[in-house]
């Protein structure tokens, strides 16, 4: 298995209560799969990811991504874990606006340990033509395609995407879910998608269904749809 | 409450660093402005008043017979005249006390302490002895074979700058050595009957061109002296009067960097707040009111700090003010910080800073709300000089650093302006002990003598040994500074005067000392055009060489040309340098020095330079530390979202510093380094203010030493400061860290 949890608890602080976002969360995703984590706001959805990402640590149980444990992880550990095996998306692209759009695929190939060409990826995406153009001359839909293209360019085991089409209109979405799931087929990169939009749930191999902090509902779906075909 | 008040104190409890970082730097500039400017203002009042009640003299004469109806005169010619005697009396082997006797009309001595004498076994004390040696009251001692008590500490008008003799020899106060004394009339009857009687004379305007006239008309004159160029009392104005330029001038650019930094600090505070701005906009919330909200922290910040800063001046004020007054025989009549300088201290941080802070948040606010919203670190557009720079090579890390460095230039330039302001006042103290090393170092090693006997009058022969020279006192035109003219055989081996190579330079020519070189701006080449002192004769002479002493303003020539400028018989001397003791008839002796007794002076002499400067280091050194800390702080919360993103994308924190805080550096070197010439420009002024109307001047050095331990010093704290806040940053969750990015 890519991913193993078990009985993954995470809490915050609220005020002079405790708020557990998660609470005894087991799972395990196995390598290639293309995952969708649904659900409605503050079911613990991001949190989740976020976790599997190594940029948050659970409170309680155990987490095991690409055979690392990250509860037990140092934060030297958990750097190489994020530097090595993941790939983050996320809603509103996180760019870096002072770097061209190169220059921002090339933020993660310089790190990684075998990256691919960037020309290459940026074709993929299309965006080779505007390598040069810095995030602000471009739309919504062609920025969330560089985070997607950075993301790619270390060729990572797990890709993570928060959101990924939540800020982008219908046609832009189904764009970038189209480039999603070329990246798993193409390089059978496991995918954890997190999204509150059930319409995607259809192209993926599996859905997870969170409701307050629980799994509520996990079941192969076994792409029933592709993602030309999505509609919402 | 306001609700958007309530923001205020969990903003402070989340930027505890920033803000009460920026407290303390507003309080520490505002104690140093306070506290100087408010002893400046005490000293002045005290001065006056010290003037006005003791009545000081408007003259010193010696008439030439007896007056037949002084009271008469007096009444005549609207003056009042009082004759008072004095003696020097040796205490112990190092200090020698000059003994008044009490007056009552003309420089009436004032009480610092203790009680004024009643009877004739008791005495005042000079509070600058007194406080140098602290002798208390109560004290017993014997003066000229007759003991006394010590009831009293006492200033005199005429001895305001207590020094023993008025030639360049003397001129050095050294208030171990030598201090003054009263006693009554009575006393002075049996202690001294024969001591020395002079006349003191106190017009109604101050003028005494009028009285000199009449009294050379009734008794006639053998000596007369204005107050105006007595150097006891000339000394003290021009020492007190260029403290007070010092004492004024300096912590008022320092307020105003402070206020210029916490201005810049909270404006770039404002902007980042712009997306939350924009929300509150949108929801209907006016620019004003806004605008408002945002400068309740920094007019909190400015207030509070020129408030404590004001309340602790108080506390500082006191042991300065006794400190300067150890030095200066005023008595401290007024012990306030004056209102109008607390009004300022209080108003100036407040002033400066809150209305550039609202051009900050009103120019911000202008915008549209969206504007403001979308306009997060995410999607802000890069300026044109970003946009113009097209990086292909050198490694990527290196590129980025590249560009976080032209993104970030304003916050640079204003790291480096910090580092500037903290180089500069670091380097301050640096090249004030520099140049203390040096002049202490470089006091004496041209001189190899031990004594110097000044004779009675010149002769022509020596029997006793030594080495004979002729020595003049001379004055500029304007008669602002006197000096001595030292003539010197050309074989002379006990005074070797040298250039700046350290070369001797032969004395065959005209040579001047750098103390005067500087004080009368000469170089080689120029001319130099003085006053004989006694004969107001005047004569130009060129500048030929400059021997490095900056000990004593100086002119050194061939003895024998000397003599001739002075009128003096070819082969005369009136002077004997010696290595070792001589046995000159005393009659013959006007005066002896020993270098024993000129270095005690001398270090006496720098105490005060010493301690008032290093003082005023040591605070400039800590506003420095929290300026460069309160700008790294900023930097960093700044770059909260790079850095999180990077630390998201798999960066080492090693590599993170490099990238996105890497050119904070090279800001901090560059202000550092721009700080050198801004320090060795102003310094130059500063200290020839300083030491303007004395002998000697300071000469400016800064040692690679200095210069690097201020540099490690500086970027220990920039490390440190970056590390503090560094930590704080990845400290957050980047995953929350990056949703606050774009809210």
């Known amino acids: 298995m890519l991913i193993e949890l078990n009985k993954v608890g995470r809490k915050y602080q609220m005020g002079q209560g405790e708020f557990w976002a998660l609470k005894n969360v087991t799972l395990s995703i196995p390598e290639g799969q293309l995952v969708t984590i649904l659900g409605p706001s503050g079911s613990g959805k991001s949190t989740l990811l976020n976790i599997m990402g190594g940029i948050d640590h659970a409170d309680t149980g155990t987490v095991r991504v690409t055979g690392v444990d990250l509860s037990h992880a140092s934060e030297r550990d958990l750097t190489q874990f994020r530097r090595d095996t993941v790939g983050f998306v996320f809603q509103f692209f996180n760019l870096i606006p002072n770097l061209t759009v190169r220059e921002n695929v090339e933020v993660t190939a310089d790190i990684a340990k075998k990256p691919l060409f960037i020309d290459e990826v940026l074709d993929a995406v299309g965006l080779l033509p505007m390598a040069d153009r810095f995030p602000s001359e471009l739309s919504g839909g062609e920025q969330q395609r560089v985070s997607l293209a950075r993301a790619v360019i270390k060729n990572p085991s797990l890709l993570l995407a928060d959101e990924p089409t939540g800020s982008l209109d219908f046609a832009t979405s189904r764009d970038i879910l189209r480039l999603l799931v070329q990246v798993n087929e193409i390089y059978h990169t496991t995918i954890v998608l997190v999204t509150h939009n059930a319409a995607i749930a259809d192209m993926t191999d599996r859905v997870i269904r969170l409701r307050s902090g629980e799994v509520e509902e996990d079941r192969l779906v076994g792409r029933l749809i592709k993602a030309e075909e999505v509609t919402w | ?235 003290a104005i021009v020492k007190l009067e260029g403290a007070a330029s010092v004492s004024t001038s300096m912590p008022l650019v320092i307020l105003l960097l402070a206020c210029l930094l916490l201005a810049a600090a909270q404006g770039r505070m404002v902007r980042m707040q712009r997306a939350q701005l924009g929300t509150l906009k949108a929801m209907g919330y006016s620019t004003w009111e806004l605008v408002l909200q945002e400068l309740a922290l920094p007019a909190l ?176 035109t304007d008669g602002r500074l006197t000096f001595q003219v030292v003539g010197l055989p050309a074989t002379s081996t006990l005074f070797v005067p040298h250039d700046s190579k350290g070369q001797a330079i032969p004395i065959d020519r005209i040579i001047i000392t750098r103390a005067l070189a500087q004080k009368l701006n000469l170089k ?95 605070i400039a050194v800590f506003i420095a530390l929290l300026a460069l800390s309160i700008v790294t702080t900023l930097t960093v919360e700044e770059e909260r979202f790079t850095i999180s ?22 800001a901090v070197a560059t202000g550092f380094i721009l700080g050198i010439p801004l320090l060795l420009a102003s310094l130059g002024k500063l200290l020839s203010t300083t030491t303007s109307g004395i002998s000697f001047s300071l000469p400016i050095r800064l040692s690679p030493l200095s210069i690097l331990v201020c540099a490690v010093i500086m970027l220990a704290t920039y490390l440190v400061s970056l590390r503090a806040a560094r930590r704080k940053v990845l400290g957050v969750q980047m995953a929350v860290s990056l949703k606050a990015a774009r809210e």
Not at chain 2, 326 to 340: D, E, G, H, I, N
Not at chain 2, 652 to 662: A, I
Request: charged residues 15%; aromatic residues 8%; glycine residues 6%.
């Open chain 2, 1 to 235: 409450m306001n609700t958007l008040l309530k923001r205020l104190p969990r903003t402070i409890r989340s930027n505890q660093w920033l803000v009460y970082g920026s407290i303390t730097l507003v309080m520490l500039a505002c104690m140093l402005y306070a506290s100087l400017n408010a002893m400046i203002v005490d000293i002045h009042e005290s001065r006056s008043r010290f003037e006005s009640e003791s009545r000081i003299e408007s003259a010193t004469f010696l008439p030439q017979k007896p007056f037949a109806d002084l009271s008469s005169f007096e009444h005549d010619n609207g003056l009042v005249i009082e004759r008072r005697r004095e003696v020097d009396a040796s205490v112990n082997s190092s200090l020698t006390l000059r003994v008044f006797e009490r007056t009552t009309r003309v420089d009436i001595p004032a009480i610092t302490a203790g009680r004024d004498v009643q009877t004739d076994d008791e005495m005042l004390l000079g509070q600058t002895v007194a406080t140098a040696l602290k002798i208390p009251l109560g004290t017993k001692m014997t003066l000229l074979g007759h003991s006394f008590t010590v009831v009293g500490f006492a200033a005199v008008p005429d001895y305001m700058y207590p020094i023993r003799t008025t030639d360049d020899a003397g001129i050095i106060l050294d208030p171990k050595a030598f201090g003054i004394a009263v006693i009554t009339p009575a006393a002075m009857d049996t202690c001294a009957p024969k001591a020395l009687a002079t006349w003191h004379i106190r017009t109604v305007d101050g003028t005494t061109a009028t009285a000199r006239q009449a009294l050379n008309e009734t008794v006639g004159l053998t000596y007369w002296q204005d107050i105006t160029t007595n150097l006891r009392y000339t000394l």
């Open chain 2, 301 to 476: 910040i400015a207030l509070s700090g020129s408030v404590l800063g004001v309340l602790s001046s108080i506390l500082t004020m006191r042991p300065m003010l006794n400190f300067m007054l150890s030095y200066f025989s005023v008595p401290l009549y007024v012990a306030t910080v004056p209102w109008r300088v607390a009004i300022i201290g209080i108003v100036a941080p407040v002033f400066f800073t809150v209305p550039a802070v609202a051009v900050v948040a009103a120019r911000l606010l202008g915008q549209a709300p969206v504007k403001l919203m979308q306009a997060t670190a995410l999607s802000t557009r890069p300026g044109l000089l970003e946009r113009s720079l097209h990086l292909k090579r050198g490694s990527f890390q290196n590129r980025f650093a590249v560009r976080a460095a032209i993104r970030g230039l304003t916050r640079l330039t204003l790291l480096m302006l910090g580092a500037m302001l903290a180089g500069y006042l670091l380097l301050f103290g640096g090249a004030m002990r520099d140049s203390m090393s040096t002049l202490v170092r470089g006091a004496f090693q041209d001189t190899q003598y031990n004594y110097t006997y000044v004779l009675t009058a010149p002769r022509l022969e020596n029997p006793w040994g030594g080495e004979a020279l002729t020595s003049e006192r001379f004055t500029t």
């Open chain 2, 524 to 618: 080689i080449g120029d001319s130099l055009t003085m006053q004989q002192a006694a004969t107001g004769q005047e004569v130009t002479l060129p500048v030929d060489a400059v021997a490095e002493m900056y000990t004593t303003a100086t002119v050194i020539m061939p003895q024998e040309r000397l003599n001739s400028i002075v009128g003096a018989p070819l082969g005369s001397f009136n002077a004997v340098l010696s290595a070792t003791s001589l046995q000159i008839p005393t009659q013959d002796v006007l005066t002896t020095l020993s270098m024993a007794q000129s270095r005690a002076a001398f270090n006496s002499a720098i105490m005060p330079l010493w301690v008032a400067l290093g003082s005023v280091a040591v």
């Open chain 2, 645 to 666: 993103l990077l630390k998201v994308l798999g960066y080492r924190p090693e590599e993170l510093n490099r990238m996105v805080l890497g050119s904070g550096i090279v």
